[in-house]
């Protein structure tokens, strides 16, 4: 069996670095805070690709993954908006990651509303697990999903982070959140 080999790059950005994993045609399989869990980065290898199913070795030139992610931070807003990425993951996983991405940059939605835009209103549960285990974050842009009181909740890169994103994006946020 021939293994995939996903180049790696690390990426600093002012929500601290992440590492970026990206396939021989440029789309992203993982895009991770370095500093959130060692663990959290090899667990989404594994989930995504069996426990030895990828070689990573370094991108010696960036990728479009990486200039776009740089524009992105820079105030160019859209630019990862058309970056290709392809991930494991379950078919409603999937459905969840593809209707993550339709939202429009400084916008939010609560994951109520996301399950019933899915047509599973009563899937809520299942979306907050879904988009907990987005193995691509900011672009599957899971920072977008709030709570139905339009607080911040559960963010795998940390709420602080998640506000940032939020605001950089121009979304306002109520004090408390």
């Not at 426990?51 to 807003?77: C, I, K, Q």
């Amino acid at each position: 069996m021939t293994k995939l080999v996903l180049q790696l790059e690390h990426v600093p950005s002012p929500v601290g670095n992440l590492t970026l994993l990206t396939d021989e045609s440029q789309r992203i399989r993982i895009l991770e805070f370095n500093d959130h869990r060692e663990d959290r980065f090899r667990q989404s290898l594994a989930r995504q690709f069996g426990s030895d199913g990828v070689t990573l070795v370094e991108r010696r030139e960036p990728s479009n993954a990486r200039r776009a992610l740089v524009a992105y931070f820079d105030g160019d807003l859209t630019a990862i908006d058309s970056l290709a990425v392809e991930t494991g993951g379950t078919p409603f996983q999937k459905e969840v990651w593809a209707a993550l991405r339709g939202i429009r940059v400084g916008s939010t939605i609560s994951y109520g509303q996301l399950a019933t835009k899915l047509e599973r209103p009563k899937a809520v549960r299942a979306v907050g697990l879904a988009n907990g285990a987005n193995p691509v974050a900011i672009v599957v842009p899971c920072h977008r999903v709030i709570g139905s009181d339009a607080s911040l909740t559960g963010y795998g890169g940390g709420l602080e982070r998640k506000r940032w994103l939020l605001e950089h994006e121009g979304v306002l946020l109520a004090l408390n959140s």
